[in-house]
């Protein structure tokens, strides 16, 4: 199983990001598509996740900013983030899960002027 994300990077306050998270080795569309970020010195936490049926939650933090999506088709999840602060830099990790979880390598957002 492999998921490998990719679209991070440094981005301005208020600026936008799409990150993208490609799987491989799974039956994606059975699966929920998690995005979780990880900052410095704080625990892994719950961004969005979309479930094999498409239902759909944020975390309150980033509700009315980000937005998670599938592609079955593509074996691919993403996250739209725009009004980006400060606050989001993190260590974005997607996480594929049904019975059992599958976590990609991480890929960096950096929020700063």
């Known amino acids: 199983v492999q998921l490998v994300e990719s679209g991070g990077g440094l981005v301005q306050p208020g600026g936008s990001l799409r990150l993208s998270c490609a799987a491989s080795?799974?039956?994606?569309?059975?699966?929920?598509m998690g995005w979780y970020r990880q900052a410095p010195g704080k625990q892994r936490e719950l961004v969005a996740v979309?479930?094999?049926?498409?239902?759909?939650n944020y975390d309150d933090s980033v509700k009315g900013r980000f937005t998670i999506s599938r592609d079955n088709a593509k074996n691919t999840v993403y996250l739209q983030m725009n009004s980006l602060k400060p606050e989001d830099t993190a260590v974005y990790y997607c996480?594929?899960?049904?019975?059992?979880?599958?976590w990609g390598q991480g890929t960096q957002v950096t929020v700063s002027s």
């Open positions: 996480n594929a899960a049904r019975i059992g979880s599958f």
């Open positions: 080795g799974i039956i994606f569309n059975l699966y929920a």
């Open positions: 979309i479930t094999s049926g498409g239902s759909i």
